[in-house]
């Protein structure tokens, strides 16, 4: 399967538990929706992920990543400290030159 570089980039700083450089990967203008709540900007993402890091201790696994234009999808398998865990989530991404401009996560 080929992952644009972000993408790729992104899974690996979740499977370090790396919110720095997870947050890294988006734009200061970035949005993220995940859980039912907004983040805006690369400190709220930073800090969104720091938390959920530390809560579900979240590892992900690719399984599918499909793409128009500057939208994809990645349907990953998710495992970690959270109930239900594992599951199937999907992460919509709109990446313009390389960089997260905005992430809804959903099942």
């Known amino acids: 399967m080929k992952l644009p570089n972000v993408?790729?980039?992104?899974i690996k700083a979740q499977n370090n538990f790396d919110s720095g450089a997870y947050a890294n990967l988006f734009s200061e203008t970035?949005?993220?929706?995940?859980?039912?709540?907004?983040?805006n900007g690369r400190k709220e993402v930073e800090q969104w992920i720091a938390e959920a890091n530390e809560k579900y201790k979240s590892i992900m696994e690719p399984i599918?990543?499909?793409q128009k234009g500057n939208k994809g999808v990645l349907t990953a398998n998710v495992?970690?400290?959270?109930p239900g865990s594992p599951l199937v989530?999907?992460?919509?991404?709109?990446?313009?030159?390389?960089?997260?401009?905005?992430?809804?996560?959903?099942?």
């Open 89 to 107: 989530l999907k992460f919509h991404f709109e990446i313009n030159e390389g960089i997260i401009q905005s992430l809804k996560v959903t099942e």
């Open 30 to 39: 970035s949005v993220v929706h995940d859980e039912g709540k907004t983040h």
């Open 79 to 82: 495992s970690g400290t959270f």
């Open 7 to 10: 993408v790729q980039e992104l």
């Open 64 to 66: 599918e990543y499909t």
